[in-house]
Nanobody, 125 residues
Framework: QVQLVESGGGLVQAGGSLRLSCAAS????????MAWYRQGPGKQREFVAS???????NYAESVKGRFTISRDNAKNTVLLQMNGLKSEDTAVYYC???????????????????WGQGTQVTVSA
């Protein structure tokens, strides 16, 4: 009943920029924390950045000063602006959200943690 869909990945040269977008859909009442994670080749999934409903942000040390996370609460979207990309940023990037939604069948308010399907970011040297 809730879907998170990422877009904006692609191939970019080192030093370039990309902007990722994640849109949440469904009978959503609110989204508390929204975050981006990534999983590079042969690596475990790792935290990249997060943003709370009140716009408070948090970043992994490896992306501080280069990446900026933002959100539009009215549109249930979260963005990740990535500048100064490095080859080590190559990964599949996943959107994550703590979503409160209303169940379509029984009308109950339900809270759950959801992931998007991921979008590939490849940075060439």
């Amino acid at each position: 009943q809730v879907q998170l869909v990422e877009s904006g990945g692609g191939l970019v040269q080192a030093g370039g920029s990309l902007r990722l977008s994640c849109a949440a859909s469904g009978n959503i009442l609110s989204i508390n924390n929204m975050a981006w994670y990534r999983q590079g080749p042969g690596k475990q999934r790792e935290f990249v950045a997060s943003i709370r409903y009140d716009q408070d942000t948090n970043y992994a040390e490896s992306v501080k000063g280069r990446f900026t996370i933002s959100r539009d609460n009215a549109k249930n979207t979260v963005l990740l602006q990535m500048n100064g990309l490095k080859s080590e940023d190559t990964a599949v990037y996943y959107c994550n959200g703590d979503v409160v939604y209303r169940d379509d069948v029984f009308g109950d308010k339900i809270m759950g943690n959801y992931w998007g399907q991921g979008t590939q970011v490849t940075v060439s040297a």
